[in-house]
């Protein structure tokens, strides 16, 4: 026999649910910090549109950290300066982070020196980036008790650094650089280099006389074309497999030029390069 359903209970439990979610979306509204609502926080700069999303990791130090326009802090990001909070750091800032910059969620910046991210860097989830490292040199003492080295951090503008990679004390990574993921970065890394493994290398590079070595094995993406509605690429989306063959087709006559006549089309006899978004939309 199967079990009678208790509706009212299940409906409660729904309604419970849609309540909890949109409390929490509007705490997670209402609690992420801004330059308009900062809480208690007083940053020593925090740009126009930058926003740190809520529930945030450790933050504190923040008079010596100083966060560009337009930037994502994602949850939980911790930010430091200084070695423990209300420390005096003197008059110049410690952690600095350019504009458009965005930190993936659990991501952590240990600036007990000078740590800097150029503008337009993207960090994926859980990054580590830190100017400050433990020592051993005394074997007789534990390694937490010894004083740490420090060495500042340097991240050039337009990076992308991957899932999990981790940025030691000392590193000086140049613009446009690639770090994957869990890749564990120390010393130089020149302009606009990928970089991977632990400890990490560089495995492509792109310079003026050669361009990238080893070759990008993948044709560079190509962006969608000013002016294309989101409806049209979902119809350019649905197509099926005889449609996207005949488009194919449509494209390698272009090749040969723009007016090959075509006898199966009625009409002055030229083939057009391509259909129109209208075309496929029809055709979808």
Same mark, same amino acid.
């Given at each position: 026999m199967p079990k009678p359903q208790n509706t009212f209970s299940s409906r409660r439990r729904r309604l419970a649910q849609r309540a909890v979610h949109a409390a929490w979306a509007w705490v997670q509204r209402t609690a992420s910090v801004s330059a308009e609502h900062p809480g208690r926080f007083r940053f020593g700069a925090l740009g126009e549109g930058t926003r740190l999303a809520f529930p945030l990791g450790t933050v504190f130090g923040e008079p010596w950290i100083r966060l560009g326009a337009y930037c994502i802090i994602g949850e939980q990001v911790t930010l430091t300066a200084g070695l423990m909070p209300d420390l005096d750091l003197g008059p110049d800032p410690i952690l600095r982070i350019g504009d458009g910059v965005v930190l993936g969620r659990g991501s952590h910046v240990i600036a007990d020196t000078t740590v800097t991210i150029g503008s337009d860097c993207y960090f994926g989830p859980y990054v580590y980036v830190t100017s400050t490292n433990h020592s051993y040199d005394d074997p007789h003492q534990p390694? &937490?008790?010894?004083? +740490?080295?420090?060495?500042? @951090?340097?991240?050039?503008? &337009?990076?992308?650094?991957g899932t999990g990679a981790v940025i030691l004390p000392g590193a000086r990574i140049g613009r446009n650089v690639v770090v994957a993921a869990g890749a564990v970065v120390r010393g130089e890394v020149p302009d606009h280099a990928v970089v991977a493994g632990a400890p990490a290398r560089v495995v492509r590079r792109w310079t003026p006389a050669e361009g990238w070595q080893p070759p990008l094995r993948t044709p560079a993406p190509v962006p969608v074309p000013d002016g294309v509605t989101p409806e049209q690429l979902a119809a350019l989306a649905g197509l099926d497999d005889e449609s996207v063959a005949r488009l194919a087709e449509l494209d390698d006559g272009?090749? @040969?030029?723009?007016?090959? +006549?075509?006898?199966?089309?009625? &009409?002055? &006899?030229?083939?057009? @390069?391509? +259909?129109s978004l209208a075309e496929v939309d029809a055709e979808g």
């Open positions: 390694i &937490g008790r010894q004083w +740490p080295r420090m060495e500042p @951090v340097e991240i050039g503008p &337009g990076c992308w650094i272009d090749a @040969v030029g723009r007016d090959r +006549p075509d006898p199966g089309r009625p &009409g002055d &006899g030229r083939q057009p @390069v391509r +259909p």
